[in-house]
């Protein structure tokens, strides 16, 4: 089996959580010239979007699944042998989570496919079969032509997106870190007669590598988070996968905030939302790099989320405060080095912007902007 491309969602939203800039001053371009908060988030905005194209089309190659009859034995995280006879998959049904060792060859990934303990980590759940043998018209019958990737990424936009709401009781959150899945049969697998498919739930990474998770999606905070000092790694300004801050990233994750402590009512607009994280992004960013001059002398800008009503509604709580530097055509700068200590900027180390002068009234700069031009 093969796991298709995350559910179809407005790439925007989907992405535009890791991409709005924040700033307690006006945000200002390189050359000093003033620009409008939804011109610098647009700017980011377009990099995430790119982020998603990448990870669609990741998904959209990956190879099927071929079944055989001395598939391996899986062991779960417990140390319990799962069986993964050819036959367990077929038997999948809503609520069942599924593992197995990935691989990237993919003649030889997904070989291992096994029902598990949700508890135990997994990189799928079933929110519900689909057999295509069902199906009249010759599209899915014997002999049939292998669908394909792009057949494959509409039946789970037909079938699968609304399977999950089902599902999960209308609780899934769009814009969260989950995403919708199908698993397919390979070509040969098709060719065999093989027609059995499954609707399910994954937590996919921005380069459309699945990752484990453990327990059911139902009831979790689905945000859309990283752990605190997580560094998003970057591909020609884009966001990519998380690495080792000790190489090239997009942005650095300071903080990760619950705002249900602080709305524990309806959700909060936008606007109260950025009053609320103003400060508390603030406050992080102090901390986490230990003076409140420091955001601003490594040339760094400091950028939150905010939550929709989709997200809201399915119990989504949490965001992230981040800190990475845009650039002027569009997306960020490849940050090496932590935040917390020296870094390189593409390459060079930041030059501290020049102190202004006592007594002189001038508006703060966006962290990671130029002073305007003159002073």
């Known amino acids: 089996m093969s796991e298709e491309q995350p559910e179809p969602k407005d790439p925007e939203s989907r992405r535009r959580r890791k991409a709005r800039p924040k700033s307690p001053s ?36 990956s190879g099927g699944f071929n079944r ?73 019958g014997p002999g049939a032509r292998y669908p394909g990737a792009l057949r494959f990424a509409s039946l789970r936009d037909e079938h699968c997106v609304a399977s999950v709401n089902s599902y999960l009781g209308a609780k899934f959150d769009p814009y969260g870190k989950f995403s919708v899945g199908l698993m397919f049969p390979s070509e040969s697998a098709w060719a065999d007669g093989d027609r059995t498919l499954r609707c399910g739930i994954q937590l996919s990474s921005t380069a459309g590598t699945l990752l484990p998770f453990t ?27 998380p690495v080792d801050c000790s190489q090239p990233h997009a942005f650095e994750v300071i903080a990760a905030v619950d705002l249900s402590g602080q ?44 939550l929709d009503l989709d997200s809201w509604l399915a119990g989504s709580r949490k965001i992230n405060c981040s800190m990475g530097k845009e650039v002027e055509t569009g997306g960020f700068a490849a940050i090496t080095g932590t935040a917390k200590g020296d870094i390189l900027i593409d390459g060079a180390p930041p030059v501290p912007p020049p102190p202004v002068p006592e007594g002189r009234s001038l508006p703060v700069p966006l962290p990671g902007a130029a002073p305007p031009e003159g002073n």
């Open 263 to 306: 709305f524990p009512g309806p959700m909060p607009s936008v606007e109260d939302q950025d009053k609320y994280l103003e400060g508390v992004c603030t406050q992080s960013s102090n901390e986490y790099l230990g003076s409140a001059d420091a955001l601003r002398d490594k040339t760094l800008t400091l950028f939150w989320d905010n």
């Open 68 to 140: 055989s009859d001395r598939l391996p034995t899986h062991t779960n995280a417990a140390g319990h042998a799962q069986s993964s006879e050819p036959g367990e998959f077929d038997a999948a049904v809503a609520g069942d989570c599924l593992e197995w060792t990935p691989s990237e060859d993919p003649q030889e990934d997904r070989q291992d496919v096994a029902r598990v303990d949700c508890a135990d980590e997994h990189r799928f759940e079933v929110a519900a079969p689909l057999d295509l043998s069902t199906y009249p018209g010759a599209e899915f």
């Open 215 to 241: 327990g059911a999606v139902a009831g979790q905070d689905q945000s859309n988070v990283w752990d605190t000092g997580t560094c998003i790694g970057i591909n020609q300004n884009v966001p990519a996968d």
């Open 26 to 61: 006006r945000p200002m371009s390189p050359s000093g010239r003033t620009m409008s908060a939804s011109t610098t988030r647009r700017a980011l905005l377009a990099v995430a979007v790119g982020a998603v194209v990448a990870a669609i089309a990741t998904f959209a190659i």
